[in-house]
Antibody
Framework: EVQLVQSGAEVKKPGESLRISCKGSGYSFSSYWISWVRQMPGKGLEWMGRIDPSESYINYSPSFQGHVTISADKSISTAYLQWSSLKASDSAMYYC?????????WGQGTTVTVSS | EIVLTQSPGTLSLSPGERATLSCRASQSVSSSYLAWYLQKPGQAPRLLIYGASRRATGIPDRFSGSGSGTDFTLTISRLEPEDFAVYYCQQYGSLPLFTFGPGTKVDIK
């Protein structure tokens, strides 16, 4: 079965760092781009950026460039989304998704709560 | 940056009725790289349509997509109870931003 499994919910304080993960299985992880998508409570979907796991080539949305870091380790079929200094406004659900054409496989989501 | 507008914001219909959802782009979408997703509360989105008109694997044929350039449509021929959800369009042909539309909520009348 093709799936993306994300790391568990996180509760952090403002200013802390965080890395969440997305592990692919059931397919050739290096063959498909992985995107990250943010969904703030009660809001729509926002595309954050994507990575080509084979070459680690990355595109960032201008809205997220400089605020997050996307990376991948193809040897363990895992993509990452990282913050160096969290803000309360980073509280949201974060999804990873595979995309050949459209995003056809999604992770279950990781809830990030940032609160003092 | 391509901006997507979806209409209506909310569509109130009964099971068995036909639903027509619109997605309009501020610029032409490259090579019809337009997708539609369904999202139910508490769940991840699910891909319905890609390439403007191609159904994703396992998607029933009551879902169909059409359009090109700047105007796209998702049609659900007969609404089933499980179809009441929020629908998003997304363009994935033009960087630096693979934009999502704001969504259309289809709820039970």
């Amino acid at each position: 079965e093709v799936q993306l499994v994300q790391s568990g919910a996180e509760v952090k304080k403002p200013g802390e760092s965080l890395r969440i993960s997305c592990k692919g299985s059931g397919y050739s992880f290096s063959s498909y781009w992985i995107s990250w998508v943010r969904q703030m409570p009660g809001k729509g979907l926002e595309w954050m950026g994507r990575i080509d796991p084979s070459e680690s080539y990355i595109n960032y949305s201008p809205s997220f460039q400089g605020h997050v870091t996307i990376s991948a380790d193809k040897s363990i079929s895992t993509a990452y989304l990282q913050w160096s200094s969290l803000k309360a406004s980073d509280s949201a659900m974060y999804y990873c998704a595979r995309h050949p054409h459209g995003m056809d496989v999604w992770g279950q989501g990781t809830t990030v709560t940032v609160s003092s | 940056e391509i901006v997507l507008t979806q209409s209506p914001g909310t569509l109130s219909l009964s099971p068995g009725e036909r639903a027509t959802l619109s997605c309009r782009a501020s610029q032409s979408v490259s090579s019809s790289y337009l997708a539609w997703y369904l999202q139910k509360p508490g769940q991840a989105p699910r891909l319905l349509i890609y390439g403007a008109s191609r159904r994703a694997t396992g998607i029933p044929d009551r879902f169909s997509g059409s359009g090109s350039g700047t105007d796209f449509t998702l049609t659900i021929s007969r609404l089933e109870p499980e179809d009441f959800a929020v629908y998003y369009c997304q363009q994935y042909g033009s960087l630096p931003l693979f934009t999502f539309g704001p969504g259309t909520k289809v709820d039970i009348k």
